[in-house]
């Protein structure tokens, strides 16, 4: 008999394909939410799609985000008390859908996630990236109630922001892998169910890399889906572990020291490359995950992330410093390690 139980949160209405946006408001009356939504969003996706969604929402407000902050999280919830909202409705990538996740925690209520590209997959996650400063806060919230992920739209982003989203994906081996030493030398919460599904994820993601192109709608699916399942593994282990681990650590530091950094998904992808080198050695998955980033477009190189090598070495020894999360880095890789693996591995 096992003593303690667990208390999985599920998105409880997801909808992918082509125009489901315009079944939003069916799909959020099922929730039997009550009240009226308050849209957040920005002001692309807001030109975008905005008016088709306050459409299906009568007496909806509105609230226009142009930075993620922790202030913006408090101009949501302000904006919502002032609406008498009963719920969230985020449109947009990232940042809408993370702002609007921490501001319904804050205020007690739920929200739906209504993702315009397939960037990450914290459109389904409980988890929210809020940068402060030269750091990243990752802090915990509930998952959405419903997501409504139209492919039509989704296939229509710039397409750095769906490679980005499929290397977040392909991450997910070396983050399971993590996972698992984790709980070999540190007795850290594992979830075998959840890291099954993590793991199957990414090699849904590999397995298909020569079919997902650019402007190809099939393609925003496959990510979609992708995406949701790897937010659904985070919700069932009831944390990051699935989807999350070295290669994040060295992303977050990316952040940190980098002029300019590139985007989440294809800074963990080019971390994946390396930490799968250090996991596994010159026979290893690093050339799998290695092929079918490029297969995909996105980068495998400190140059094509637009990064100087010096930095991306910087963040390889330091990234354990981050967060008090065991990974492959351990307690840090030395300088010449670094070297060799991020040289061996042709990212530098």
């Given at each position: 008999?096992?003593?303690k ?24 009356a ?14 692309t ?54 702002l ?120 925003a ?59 596994s050695g ?48 351990g ?18």
């Amino acid at each position: 008999m096992f003593a303690k139980s667990t208390w999985i949160k599920l998105p409880r209405n997801v909808l992918v394909g082509h125009g489901v946006l315009d079944d939003a408001g069916t799909a959020v009356a099922e929730l039997s939410l009550g009240g009226t939504p308050l849209l957040v969003t920005s002001p692309t996706p807001d030109d975008l799609a905005g008016d088709r969604l306050r459409a299906q929402f009568d007496g909806a407000a509105t609230v226009t985000v142009d930075t993620a902050s922790f202030a913006a999280v408090g101009e949501i919830v302000e904006a919502a008390e002032a609406a008498g909202a009963t719920f969230l409705v985020a449109l947009g990538g990232g940042k809408p859908i993370d702002l609007a996740k921490m501001a319904a925690d804050e205020l007690g209520v739920g929200f739906v996630s209504v993702p315009t590209a397939a960037s990450h997959d914290g459109i389904v996650s409980g988890r929210s990236s809020i940068p402060e400063g030269d750091t990243r806060h990752s802090v915990a919230a509930d998952p959405p109630l419903a997501v409504i992920a139209d492919t039509e739209i989704m296939a229509n982003a710039p397409w750095a922001l769906t490679t980005a989203g499929c290397a977040d994906i392909i991450s997910n081996y070396t983050a399971v892998k993590d996972w698992r030493l984790a709980r070999r030398l540190k007795n850290v919460e594992y979830s075998e169910y959840a890291a099954a599904l993590s793991e199957m994820t990414a090699e849904m993601l590999v397995d298909n890399a020569d079919s997902i192109k650019r402007g190809l709608e099939e393609s925003a699916w496959i990510v979609s889906k992708a995406l949701v399942s790897s937010g659904v593994a985070m919700s069932i282990a009831g944390s990051s572990r699935p989807a999350s681990g070295a290669e994040h650590l060295f992303s977050h530091q990316l952040d940190r020291i980098a002029d300019s950094p590139a985007l989440h998904g294809h800074q963990v992808g080019v971390g994946s490359i390396m930490t799968e080198f250090l996991h596994s050695g010159e026979q290893g998955q690093w050339r799998a995950i290695r092929d079918a980033l490029e297969a995909i477009g996105a980068p495998t190189t400190a140059e094509e992330l637009g990064i100087d090598e010096a930095t991306v070495l910087e963040a390889l020894t330091t990234a354990h410093t981050i967060r008090d999360r065991y990974t492959i880095l351990g307690d840090g890789v030395s300088e010449e390690a670094a070297v060799e693996v991020a040289t061996f591995t042709g990212v530098v």
